[in-house]
């Protein structure tokens, strides 16, 4: 997939979720069961809107037309839910991608989410995204309204000119997540921001922090910190961003 930074992440989420989603199953290569969270039951898609210079998943992400595995909701939550009777967990998310790309993935998600609920409606999914599709599409976040939904956004800049370095979005789609998360947190639904914390200095998180307070955004947030996997560093080194 042919890409030239800074790209127009509207235009990437249609074309990866043309190339990820067929007949409304989707592309993961794995299920696993994860240590975050105190163990949580994970499945690991492919495909995002963004490509973020630290992404744990980058070369995925970046061509996933190298992988054919698809799964239907039906089987995503099966192997979901067969992690969690074996290892007594309550947690699941999806992970490695962004799970909303446009409105065919935001239908598989929820049929994941149907059927988990309904087998195991005490458990909670942790949604990581990046928050842009909901911020562009804020008339879709009534359809995410599930009881134990939570929702963690994952904020890839402190301004915009960090957010295009980071994300290789275009700038002007900065304020989007934080969007979303102002959107999220009218509705009423737990969602909070997270940041890698590394790549910022301490008046630059400060200044992030701001700009919640601007938008009205009361979570606290989550400070992530970055996974130092040496093509992480590699591709950091490419995009000249700075830890
Ligand atoms: S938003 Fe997440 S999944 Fe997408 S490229 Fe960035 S780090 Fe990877």
Known sequence: MSLCFPFDPVERAEKVERLVLKDGKRLYYRFRAAPYYGGIATADAIGCSFLCAYCWNYFRNLNPARFNKFYSAQE?????????????????????SEPLLGETS?????????IIFQENPHSVFILETN?????????????LIFKNLWIRISLKGVDEESFELISGARREFFRYPLVALKELEKEGMKAWPAVMRDLFTDEEISRLEKVLEEYGISARLEEEILKEYPFVIE?????????
């Open 235 to 243: 591709n950091m080194k490419k995009r000249k961003v700075r830890i």
């Open 76 to 96: 995503v939550a099966e192997n979901l839910l067969k992690i969690a009777r074996k290892r007594s967990f309550h947690l699941f998310r999806i992970t490695g």
């Open 131 to 143: 928050g842009f599709f909901l911020g562009c599409r804020k008339d879709l976040i009534k359809k």
């Open 106 to 114: 935001l239908e598989h998600l929820r049929g994941v989410l149907k």
